[in-house]
């Protein structure tokens, strides 16, 4: 070969040589560049393609009543998915899961879209939907542990403890309201997999911290009771609906709050968002003559009457302004006592024209109306209680018997309350404790006083007067049980109608009680919302005031007979705490 061929030679296998110098230079280069200055996004977009996130959480804690009884528990539920891109026959395994899983198939289709890497088929599957998806066997179906809610209790108490969601928050009642409490730990997961979406690796935490307990101080018994004899007097009487409220008045616990018609909230979404809600909080209404104890309770203590102060009661009709009051009954002279007995309207704003609205405003106030109680639920209504300052002599009046103010039934309950707790208005109190999940407490709710609304003297004095009412020829004689001295007010208030009027034939009919009378256990409130059959609080609602009470005093020991007044109620797992 000549010198010139080899120069040549030596010439291109250099210029070669340096070109592969500079690739691999520039390689190198680009390595570095990407290993140090762009590492982090490289491991981000890598962990987007290879892995997917999964949201796992503690197990929620329970509800249960004040002696342990479970309302609301978690139990492990196992949730269905897909990764379609491993189903060898999308079309044929979509027909098999949809009739396991009881779906349409065009819906279970469409959710294995090969576009999808994973996706859910069922969450928290009955056992009967996961034994039948399991025995299909199919290639990229798997199943994931999670917890699901259960109330075990069905209907118990459903307005008051709520219900949760799919993803475990509370959606309604205290679910919602105590769910920072309830719900377990949130801990995020990567779920790996590989470059057709096989999961082949997870990462699954060893524990998650799970949720507290809350320990009501509603007594499943008194629930029970409650809600039956509320459910038998709605159907007897074609109402539309109803409430029940059991106190007890030395601490504001509340041992029963019922509501009917009842709903599952193992299946909420069965039923309509009207029936979820806990009305004996959310929803004000006109008391009627209930609101009467109030009225009469603020002109004895103001000084301007006393029980024996005689009114005269206009033979049944009393005109103010344009407007006539009417009774029932007619009446000529009555006493304070009798007013109240024999639940006169005329006379009852006849004392309430003595007592002024100034007072009276100020007296209804400090019972509590017009005001959130600040008890533990959700959209707690404040009722409403408009300033003394607007109103006419006919709103006074209307107003000193129960019309033209509207109130919440805590908001009553706890009022009358006061009265059998000799003056002192007590905080609604719903919520004993809160545990762990060894039972150990966390927080303890104590009875908290909010003030003296009446002294103990005039207390007793209006609890002698609601004696009568129960008494022959009173309005609330159908309350009264053998064996057990009771005091109450019935009620009787036409509703507002769609035209802002009062309208005809509808009316929420109440009586409000307590017994032993001398020494109260427990308040009671009975609300029937458009009875069609009767109306009068004294043939609607009293009757279902005595069933609950007598079964209540039963359970809690509480004997009829001379000893009943001197008997508390006890502090231990039973009725208080």
């Known amino acids: 070969m000549s010198t010139s061929a080899t120069t040549r030679t030596r010439l291109r296998a250099g210029i070669v040589g340096a070109f592969f110098l500079m690739a691999l230079v520039a390689i190198s280069l680009q390595a570095i560049r990407l290993h140090v200055f762009k590492g982090a996004w490289l491991s981000e977009r890598a962990a987007r393609e290879y892995e997917g996130a999964l949201v796992v959480q503690g197990k929620r804690g329970a509800i249960m009543d004040r002696n342990g009884n479970p309302l609301a528990v978690s ?16 079309k044929a395994a979509a027909g098999q899961l949809a009739k396991a899983l009881n779906q349409p198939q065009r819906e279970v289709y469409a959710k294995l879209d090969p576009k999808r890497s994973f996706v859910w088929l069922k969450r928290q599957a009955i056992p009967r939907q996961a034994e039948a998806v399991q025995v299909l066997g199919l290639k990229g179906v798997d199943f994931i542990t999670e917890h699901s809610r259960y109330y075990p209790s069905k209907t118990l108490a459903a307005q008051l403890v709520g219900f949760s969601g799919i993803d475990g928050h509370g959606l309604e009642g205290l679910e919602f309201y105590y769910d920072a409490y309830l719900k377990g730990n949130e801990q995020k997961i990567a779920i790996l997999k590989d470059a057709l979406g096989r999961r082949f690796e997870g990462a699954m935490p060893a524990s998650l911290t799970g949720g507290s307990n809350v320990v009501l101080t509603i007594d499943g018994t008194i629930q029970h009771i409650a809600q039956k004899a509320l459910e038998a007097t709605v159907t007897e009487n074609a109402a539309k609906s109803g409430i029940a409220i059991v106190m007890v008045p030395a601490t504001g616990e509340v041992l029963a709050l019922a509501h ?8 909420y979404g069965d039923f309509g968002r009207e029936l979820w809600r806990n009305r004996a909080i959310t929803d004000p209404f006109e008391p009627g003559s209930t609101m009467k104890i109030f009225s009469v309770a603020a002109a004895i203590d103001s000084g301007i009457c006393s029980a024996s102060t005689i009114f005269y009661c206009e033979n049944g009709e009393y005109r103010i302004g344009r407007n006539t009051i009417h009774d029932t009954k007619s009446h000529g002279w009555l006493s304070l006592q ?12 006849k004392m309430a024209e003595r007592l002024g609205t100034h007072q009276l405003h100020d007296y209804l106030r400090a019972f509590g109306f017009g005001q959130r109680s600040g008890i533990s639920c959700p959209g707690e209504t404040a009722g409403s209680l408009s300033s003394f300052k607007t109103w006419s002599a006919i709103d006074a009046g209307a107003i000193s ?5 509207a109130v919440s039934a805590i908001q009553l309950i706890a009022a009358a309350s006061a009265i059998a707790n000799d003056g002192l208005l007590m905080k609604p109190l719903l ?5 762990d999940r060894d039972g150990r407490t966390l927080e303890r709710f ?8 009446v002294s103990s003297h005039t207390a007793a004095t209006v609890r002698r007067i609601l004696k009568t009412v129960i008494s022959e020829g009173g309005t609330g004689v159908n309350a009264a049980m ?8 019935t009620g009787t208030a036409q509703k507002i109608g769609d035209s802002g009027t009062y309208a005809k034939g509808l009316y929420v ?7 032993p009378a001398d020494h109260p256990e427990l308040a009671i409130l009975v609300i029937v919302d458009e009875p069609r059959k009767q109306s009068y609080g004294s043939v609607v609602a009293a009757p279902a005031f005595r069933q609950i009470a007598l079964e209540a005093l039963n359970y809690l020991n509480i004997p009829p007979g001379p000893d009943a007044d001197r008997l508390r109620v006890s502090r231990g797992n039973r009725a208080n705490g």
Do not use: H, M
């Not at 009917?260 to 299946?267: H, T």
């Not at 018997?401 to 103010?405: A, D, E, N």
């Not at 009919?509 to 017994?515: D, I, K, P, T, W």
């Open 446 to 453: 104590s009875p908290e006083p909010v003030r003296r609304v």
């Open 509 to 515: 009919s109440s009586f409000v009680g307590f017994a």
């Open 431 to 435: 919520v004993r404790e809160i545990t």
């Open 401 to 405: 018997f129960g019309q033209g103010i």
């Open 75 to 90: 139990i492990d539920s196992p949730s269905i998915a897909a990764y379609p891109r491993q189903l060898a026959d999308r």
């Open 260 to 267: 009917c018609p009842f709903f599952n909230p193992n299946r």
């Open 482 to 489: 053998a064996g057990y001295s009771v005091g109450g007010k």
């Open 338 to 349: 009798q007013i109240v007995k024999y639940s006169s309207n005329i006379g009852t704003v």
